[in-house]
Nanobody, 121 residues
Framework: QVQLVESGGGLVQPGGSLRLSCAASGSILSIGTMDWYRQPPGKERELVAA???????NYADSVKGRFTISRDDAKKTVYLQMNSLKPEDTAVYSC???????????????WGQGTLVTVSS
């Protein structure tokens, strides 16, 4: 019943910017850490950025200084602001969260459907 819905992917030129969003819905008691992962074509999935419920952030070295993760708990949404995009940022981006449900009260690991980001001129 609990799900994550992503938006914001698309085609962008090198040096451009995109803002991804991922909104949680369902019978939710609380949301813990929220993460963004990506999987480039033909490569393994990697963690891009994470943010705890207290606002502590962690970034992959490859995106540090260019990407910013944030969250809006009132909207149950996590964002990824992506600036100075490079062709090597091309990947399917997926959000992930640890969500405690109401009925029953238990933690679940939930994944979004993924959204494609293509950086190309």
């Amino acid at each position: 019943q609990v799900q994550l819905v992503e938006s914001g992917g698309g085609l962008v030129q090198p040096g451009g910017s995109l803002r991804l969003s991922c909104a949680a819905s369902g019978s939710i008691l609380s949301i813990g850490t929220m993460d963004w992962y990506r999987q480039p074509p033909g490569k393994e999935r990697e963690l891009v950025a994470a943010i705890t419920g207290g606002g502590r952030r962690n970034y992959a070295d490859s995106v540090k200084g260019r990407f910013t993760i944030s969250r809006d708990d009132a909207k149950k949404t996590v964002y990824l602001q992506m600036n100075s995009l490079k062709p090597e940022d091309t990947a399917v981006y997926s959000c992930h969260a640890v969500i405690t449900t109401l009925s029953p009260v238990r933690p679940l690991e939930v994944w979004g459907q993924g959204t494609l980001v293509t950086v190309s001129s």
